[in-house]
């Protein structure tokens, strides 16, 4: 059974729509989102469509219902700020690039931490990193029970921290650390969601922050390249010296809180206030000076 523990912390009129990542659950990003709470934001930790219950749960969503849900909840959250940031952990830096191509209107900057567009890091076997594959396998009927377990050190460097969320994810407990391994069909969604952004890499003009650690042990710095490479707006690069994969969660949590908030800021006001429908006039929007 899926339980909803997405948040809403009210805040001033810049607003922050927190993604987590595949497998994952809104706590990974709580302590980020209070942090930007207190830096006076409004704050959304959604939850991802299939997430947050059993393995089967997630097995009946993919890529497009994962994508559905970030777009309702940016609608949500749009509504009641004049800037709205997004920031993705992991698989969720990929919805909110996506979410940036497709509504660069709604979407005033980016915080990408640990952006992942392929599994590649150092505690990734061989055999995980032709994971790139799985969507061919899966559609030739292959590898529907099989999945990917999760792995010392979980992605935290931390040792309190990590002993913490492993407990719980291994427990059993997915509405609070997630599910311990990653399905392969679900894999396959997520190559397939990797594979489209890409391909839309070239039309993002919004700014964007990549935070990144440089002992990243999920996803390697290639993925960091990606996105400066790729984007077509400007790009503010940041790398950890002392994290694994959950930056938002690990030894440097307070560094991505304020770098973002100095991000989110700094582009707040430069950017335009979109103004609600119902309360246009004669003018679309106000610039901020």
């Given at each position: 059974m899926i339980k909803s523990t997405d948040y809403y912390l009210p805040g001033g009129?810049?607003?922050?729509?927190?993604?987590?990542?595949?497998?994952g659950t809104p706590t990974e990003m709580r302590f980020v989102a209070k942090g930007f709470n207190r830096a006076g934001f409004t704050v959304y930790g959604m939850q991802l469509a299939g997430h947050c219950g059993?393995?089967?749960?997630?097995?009946?969503?993919?890529?497009?219902d994962w994508y559905r849900s970030v777009c309702e909840a940016a609608d949500r959250l749009r509504h009641d700020v004049d800037h709205m940031f997004v920031a993705g952990l992991?698989?969720?830096?990929?919805?909110?690039?996506?979410?940036?191509?497709?509504?660069?209107?709604q979407v005033d900057g980016l915080g990408l931490y640990g952006t992942t567009f392929v599994y590649d890091g150092w505690t990734?076997?061989?055999?995980?990193?032709?994971?790139?594959?799985?969507?061919?396998?899966?559609?030739?009927?292959?590898?529907?029970?099989?999945?990917?377990?999760?792995?010392f050190p979980y992605g935290i460097k931390d040792e309190r921290i990590r002993q913490r969320v492993a407990s719980s994810?291994?427990?059993?407990?997915?509405?609070?650390?997630?599910?311990?391994?990653?399905?392969?069909?679900?894999?396959?969604?997520?190559?397939?969601?990797?594979?489209?952004?890409?391909?839309?890499?070239?039309?993002?003009?919004?700014?964007?922050?990549?935070i990144h650690a440089k002992e990243d042990d999920v996803a390697s710095l290639r993925n960091v390249r990606t996105v400066v490479r790729g984007v077509?707006?400007?790009?503010?690069?940041?790398?950890?010296?002392?994290?694994?994969?959950?930056?938002?969660?690990?030894?440097?949590?307070?560094?991505?809180?304020?770098?973002?908030?100095?991000?989110?800021?700094e582009v707040a006001a430069t950017r335009f206030v979109h103004m609600p429908e119902a309360a246009q006039t004669s003018q679309v929007a106000v610039a901020v000076k």
């Open positions: 009129r810049s607003g922050v729509l927190l993604i987590h990542g595949l497998t059993d393995e089967e749960d997630l097995l009946k969503t993919g890529w497009k992991s698989m969720g830096s990929l919805l909110a690039l996506k979410l940036a191509a497709d509504r660069p209107d990734i076997p061989w055999i995980g990193k032709l994971s790139f594959l799985l969507p061919l396998v899966v559609s030739l009927g292959f590898g529907r029970h099989r999945k990917f377990h999760e792995c994810m291994l427990s059993g407990d997915s509405a609070a650390a997630g599910l311990p391994g990653n399905p392969w069909p679900s894999l396959a969604e997520f190559y397939r969601l990797s594979f489209r952004v890409r391909r839309q890499l070239g039309d993002i003009r919004t700014p964007c922050l990549v077509g707006g400007p790009v503010e690069t940041v790398l950890l010296e002392n994290s694994y994969h959950m930056i938002t969660v690990d030894q440097e949590r307070d560094q991505v809180i304020d770098r973002s908030v100095r991000f989110f800021n």
